[in-house]
């Protein structure tokens, strides 16, 4: 079983008529990481959803892993599933749910229904729980209530549940939108070290293009539903980055961690990250 | 950027908001069809203030007056109501043991195949229209009817109402379990689906946490209902305060009626309590 992410001439055009999507050709070696990037309304949400086979793209093929998840059988596909961790850009998580339970909820699809039931009233595993909120600096908050949380703490919520689930696949929706610079700088660090580690494949979309410009060796440019760039990072220039967002002469969308501000030769963004090269 | 680079032009605004006209007509349709209806139940409602009506009316309120506070009947007030106690809550225990797996079978929240849509989308649209079918016929008899039937079975007493209230009122339970798990927030549930969590961990995980509130006061209101419901399955010989009352109404004793009357406002009291309680534990 690889791990890598295919989609060939795909198109998704909503029940309402809206198109997201273009002939949007990708592929992803497994472990491999790239970053969307691009301006509201380019597509990324969608290009997740299409990835993370919460939508079936109405032209073209998708393929996760080796398998092409809309021939599979219902079991087939649900163990896909299990191996597929998405994160939402507003974490779909109730508020009465505890923490503990919100990031213990990653393993449901690989957990026997016996230990899921008993888990609701003692958690099974709140250890493996803390330690997942820890790498996100949120191992003091495992009993809160989700509803106590602030937007940006229950966003980190949502990315400990998928680094508890340990998938294969890594696709997340702008995962660190409600972040400030610094924790979105570490949570996304954690994304990264958690696909080094197990060599899981990570596809992030990210509004903030230092961001991906920092912890991303290959970036991929959306506009419009489709894909206006795909290339290397180091290949990236700031006029293609500024052509994207269609920002001439006014600043990127960033998180503010000064990757873009430094001296580049040629006007070409370096890759740069600490303790990487 | 330049003009026709796959850019697709924008509509016109419109200037007029695009809801009214539906809204208007739905306001008028509304009328037309109330209208005729209202004719049909001879809703006459000045005809109350007649003053021949009214008479008529407060000396049948009077015969009701003062409740009767005999030892001896309250006595057996006390039994009954215990008795009615019992029917409604057995009754809503069964009805919910039927209603849930029913509900997590018949709500479109829970289902895997509505995601894409994927494999046996058509057999699970198919299971879930029979089960809002049987969910349907469960309801649609009356609970009076149900105990008829059982009575001929299980003789006069109380286990035929229970019986029968849990056949109507899973019915009803379900239906409604299956509307408010519908209607919460169901992106959490779909999330835990879309990570290959089976159907009762995204039951449990998502729609329950975040419909605890709704589903609990819902029972508790059924509950409610069953125990006035009673007072009908009473009139069939199930047992409990409506035998009471279907004797003191046949004796025309109209004090130990709003005896009864008043015990079943007390009840509703603390169903009510209960049902703010039971809210406040899930906030």
């Known amino acids: 079983m690889t791990n890598g992410l295919f989609l060939e001439g795909a198109g998704l055009v909503h029940a309402n008529g809206q198109r997201a999507l273009r002939n949007v050709s990708l592929s992803l070696g497994g472990g491999e990481r790239v970053a969307v990037i691009g301006p509201s309304g380019a597509g990324k949400t969608t290009l997740v959803r299409v990835l993370g086979t919460s939508l079936r793209p109405s032209e073209g093929q998708v393929f996760v892993g080796d398998a092409d998840p809309w021939q599979a059988g219902a079991r087939a596909l649900r163990q896909l599933r299990a191996r597929i961790g998405v994160i939402h850009q507003s974490p779909p998580i109730p508020p009465r749910l505890r923490v503990v339970t919100a990031v213990l909820a990653g393993r449901l699809g690989t957990w026997p229904a016996w230990k899921a039931l008993v888990s609701l009233v003692v958690p099974g595993d709140a250890a493996g729980a803390r330690e997942a909120l820890a790498r996100l600096e949120l191992g003091d908050r495992v009993f809160d209530r989700c509803g106590r949380l602030s937007g940006g703490q229950l966003q980190r919520v949502g990315i400990a549940r998928v680094l508890y689930q340990q998938p294969a696949f890594i696709l997340a929706d702008e995962p660190v939108s409600a972040l400030d610079p610094a924790l979105a700088d570490l949570s996304v660090g954690a994304l990264v070290a958690e696909s080094e580690a197990r060599g899981a494949t990570l596809l992030a979309s990210l509004h903030a293009v230092d961001l991906a410009l920092k912890w991303f060796p290959r970036l991929v440019g959306m506009k419009g539903g489709e894909i206006v760039f795909d290339r290397p990072t180091a290949a990236v220039t700031t006029a293609m980055l500024h052509d994207l967002y269609a920002t001439e002469g006014r600043a990127l969308p960033q998180q503010g961690i000064d990757v873009l501000k430094e001296e580049r030769p040629a006007n070409v963004v370096m890759l740069k990250r600490p303790g990487c090269q | ?283």
Do not use: H
């Open chain 2, 1 to 283: 950027m330049s003009a026709g680079a796959g850019a697709i032009a924008a509509p016109p605004a419109p200037m007029r908001d695009p809801a009214a006209r539906t809204r208007a007509t739905a306001l008028v349709a509304a009328a037309v069809v109330l209208w005729p209806l209202l004719w049909l139940a001879e809703f006459k409602p000045w005809q109350l203030f007649d003053s021949g009506n009214l008479q008529v009316m407060a000396s049948f309120l009077a015969g009701f007056l003062p409740p009767s506070m005999a030892p001896d009947f309250l006595a057996l007030l006390w039994k009954a109501t215990l008795e009615t106690l019992a029917i409604a809550t057995a009754g809503i225990a069964l009805a919910s043991l039927l209603a849930v797996p029913l509900a997590v079978i018949a709500t479109r929240a829970l289902s895997v195949s509505r995601i894409g849509p994927g494999p046996g989308r058509l057999a699970g649209s198919a299971l879930r229209t029979a089960t809002r079918g049987v969910l349907t016929v469960l309801r649609a008899i009356p609970e009076v009817v149900w105990a008829l039937i059982f009575v001929r079975a299980l003789g006069l007493g109380p286990g035929a109402g229970v019986l029968a209230l849990a056949v109507t009122y899973g019915g009803m339970l379900g239906k409604v379990y299956t509307e408010i798990l519908e209607s919460g927030d169901t992106r959490s549930a779909r999330a835990l689906l879309e990570a290959g969590s089976p159907r009762l961990g995204a039951l449990f995980y998502a729609l329950v946490p975040s419909t605890a509130q709704e589903l609990a006061s819902y029972t508790v209101y059924r509950w409610e209902c069953a125990v006035r419901a009673s007072v009908v399955m009473g009139f069939v010989g199930a047992g409990g305060l409506g035998q009471l009352m279907d004797q003191s109404m046949k004796m025309l004793n109209g004090g130990e009626a709003s005896t009864i009357l008043l015990t079943f406002l007390a009840l509703v009291i603390v169903a009510d309590a209960m049902s703010a309680v039971i809210r406040r534990v899930l906030t």
